[in-house]
T-cell receptor, first 111, second 112 residues
Framework: GIQVEQSPPDLILQEGANSTLRCNFS?????LQWFHQNPWGQLINLFY?????KQNGRLSATTVATERYSLLYISSSQTTDSGVYFC?????????????WGAGTKLIIKP | EAQVTQNPRYLITVTGKKLTVTCSQN?????MSWYRQDPGLGLRQIYY???????DKGDVPEGYKVSRKEKRNFPLILESPSPNQTSLYFC???????????FGQGTRLTVV
């Protein structure tokens, strides 16, 4: 089956730093989403980005579907950015659209 | 506000006592699904529904039931909960299966 790999697994930064999170996937996908799971466990939609580049405030994402990767950029990090960042790709499996998840990048922003 | 609402957020129950976790979406989405999240195992799909009265098993359906009598609601039923069903549960909905998925706030279930 399709593999989704995220890197790095852990990242510790000082407030104000920039970071780049990567998501590689092993096969063609129907779409790709980035989520932030906050310390209370909530999954927050960041980007729905099957291809191209999107920006939302300090966050931006780029997906290059032909090369099977996506990048999430966080600029001027704040402590509220802490949590786990997941990418998930959608595939069709046995007539079901399934989300296949990466293992996540755990981000800690220190004040 | 467009949202997926799960209830309850937290639940502690005893082995064998039937429970239902409710899920409701106000976006008129066709596709809904349930996931559980466990440390080291990530998010795994339990059941999904492509439309009213159409449900099917995901990767880990054992011990769970669902129903889809109305488009907006997709409850998760544990007929006889066991400790191995202690987990963080998420309901999700999307317009179609491969469009943007929106998640509920999560339900943290503990079965003792």
């Amino acid at each position: 089956g399709i593999q989704v790999e995220q890197s790095p697994p852990d990242l510790i930064l000082q407030e104000g730093a920039n970071s780049t999170l990567r998501c590689n996937f092993s096969d063609s996908v129907n779409n790709l989403q980035w989520f932030h799971q906050n310390p209370w466990g909530q999954l927050i939609n960041l980007f729905y980005i099957p291809s191209g580049t999107k920006q939302n405030g300090r966050l931006s994402a780029t997906t290059v579907a032909t090369e099977r990767y996506s990048l999430l950029y966080i600029s001027s990090s704040q402590t509220t950015d802490s949590g786990v960042y997941f990418c998930a790709v959608a595939i069709i499996m046995d007539s079901n659209y399934q989300l296949i998840w990466g293992a996540g990048t755990k981000l800690i922003i220190k004040p | 506000e467009a949202q997926v609402t799960q209830n309850p957020r937290y639940l502690i129950t005893v082995t064998g006592k039937k429970l239902t976790v409710t899920c409701s979406q106000n976006m008129n989405h066709e596709y809904m699904s349930w996931y559980r999240q466990d440390p080291g195992l990530g998010l795994r799909q339990i059941y999904y529904s492509m439309n009213v009265e159409v449900t099917d098993k995901g990767d880990v359906p054992e011990g769970y039931k669902v129903s889809r009598k109305e488009k907006r609601n997709f409850p998760l039923i544990l007929e006889s909960p066991s400790p191995n069903q202690t987990s963080l549960y998420f309901c999700a909905s999307s317009l179609w299966g491969n469009t943007e998925a929106f998640f509920g706030q999560g339900t943290r279930l503990t079965v003792v």
